[in-house]
């Protein structure tokens, strides 16, 4: 009896192992990315209140090759666990909060991190081009961002609202920002805190982290309800969601550990910074 003689097939089995193998280390190698991008970012995000997002965003943007919707879905998640490990860690501290500003400020997040995630989807298909949904995540950014950097340089006026209409809005502000940008919130919250509240840096980065977490929870909630996570790579969280607790222990270690002119210098670095890489994002996108 002749056996079957399987030779033949054996270059075709060292290109579909060769294929699998390229595959896979390909994959491991965006982790890794991904890994030490928000690393860096949630500690950072952490120490100075803006969250991770606003330098996941545009660092990932320019580095990896995934859709504008599952970049922005990997960047809430990430900033969403970093915000619940801070906070927590800044309470275990005993950190003393206002958990009447918190709650009025993360009820508007909520609705507007809600309402800002379907404008985001709203874009995506209207527009039905994912680059100018980016520019305009670009664009509304560097104005955030531009607006953060002057306040905080500059002396201007602080407000002492204290009533409950007003620390609502303001998280609706936020929260709809946060969820639209697909930053967390970033250098926005801080500033805005600073300016209508009259906090020290320190304590606003605090509130700003507290606030964060419920707009993306907001978001992440609506994704769910909405057009459901099927259309991202889960298999990413591995990487995603140990980076951002790993990035929110050290952020509010150092947090807890810097002086307030030290925090307002990381602050100001890191605007700089990611004006610059959106800058750029921005420019490629024009000049295809």
Do not use: C
């Amino acid at each position: 009896m002749k056996i079957f003689d399987n030779s033949k097939m054996y270059p075709f089995y060292f290109l579909l192992g060769f294929y699998f193998a390229l595959k896979k280390g390909l994959f491991m190698l965006i982790g890794i990315i991904y890994f030490l991008v928000i690393v860096l970012a949630n500690t950072i995000g952490a120490i100075s209140g803006m969250g991770g997002g606003v330098i996941i965003k545009p660092v990932l943007d320019l580095l990896a090759k995934d859709s504008v919707a599952a970049i922005s879905f990997y960047s809430t998640v990430a900033v969403f666990t970093m915000s619940l490990v801070s906070t927590w860690r800044q309470v275990k501290n005993g950190i003393s909060l206002n958990w009447r500003l918190v709650a009025f400020i993360s009820a508007g997040s909520i609705l507007g991190g809600v309402g800002g995630n379907v404008v985001f989807e709203g874009l995506l298909l209207f527009l039905a081009d994912e680059s100018l949904v980016q520019l305009i995540q670009i664009t509304l950014t560097i104005v955030t961002l531009i607006f953060a950097l002057l306040y905080s340089r500059f002396d201007w006026k602080n407000y002492h609202f204290d009533s409950l209409i007003s620390y609502f809005l303001s998280g609706l502000v936020l929260g709809f920002l946060a969820s639209l940008l697909g930053i967390g919130g970033g250098p926005i919250n801080v500033s805005l805190l600073m300016l209508l509240f009259s906090f020290p840096i320190k304590e606003a980065t605090i509130y700003s982290i507290a606030t964060i977490f419920f707009s993306q929870l907001a978001k992440i909630v609506t994704i769910a309800f909405g057009t459901g996570f099927g259309r991202y790579d889960l298999t990413m969280l591995f990487f995603v969601v140990p980076a951002a607790i790993l990035g929110g222990l050290l952020g509010s270690r150092f947090n807890h550990l810097l002086a307030p002119k030290k925090v307002t210098l990381v602050f100001q670095a890191v605007i700089v910074l990611v004006l610059l890489i959106n800058l750029y994002n921005g420019w490629q996108i024009l000049a295809k």
